[in-house]
């Protein structure tokens, strides 16, 4: 089993900053992606951005590219999310999940964990 959980979240202004964090517990599998998804009120859950644990890649939606930044401390099983000139669409409930068998595709079925959620709202 992994245990996941997200924290960092809170209200900002359009045009600020936050920066969310996922400690990851339990069992951890060197070669997994970790993402991060979120999902808005009435809304499916999306896709944000994700980065392998051993290699480093990582991969961001069109949406946040050149605003979010995915990062991972290995060494305290941690991964972050650096979000930078927010907007108010950007406000939903972010989760933070693992696949420990990632094949590229970044849909949350793909995801085998996943954290409790924290909620990020930005207002205008």
């Known amino acids: 089993q992994v245990q996941l959980v997200e924290s960092g979240g809170g209200l900002v202004q359009a045009g600020g900053s936050l920066r969310l964090s996922c400690v990851a517990s339990?069992?951890?599998?060197?070669?997994?992606?970790m993402g991060w998804f979120r999902q808005a009120p009435g809304k499916e859950r999306e896709f944000v951005a994700d980065i392998r644990w051993s290699i480093g890649i990582s991969y961001y939606a069109d949406s946040v590219k050149g605003r979010f930044t995915i990062s991972r401390d290995n060494a305290k099983n941690t991964v972050y999310l650096q979000m930078d000139s927010l907007k108010p669409e950007d406000t939903a409930v972010y989760y933070c999940?693992?696949?420990?068998?990632?094949?590229?595709?970044?849909?949350?079925?793909?995801?085998?964990?996943w954290g409790q959620g924290t909620q990020v709202t930005v207002s205008s």
């Open positions: 999940a693992a696949d420990i068998n990632p094949t590229g595709i970044r849909a949350p079925t793909s995801y085998n964990y």
């Open positions: 339990g069992r951890t599998f060197s070669s997994a992606a």
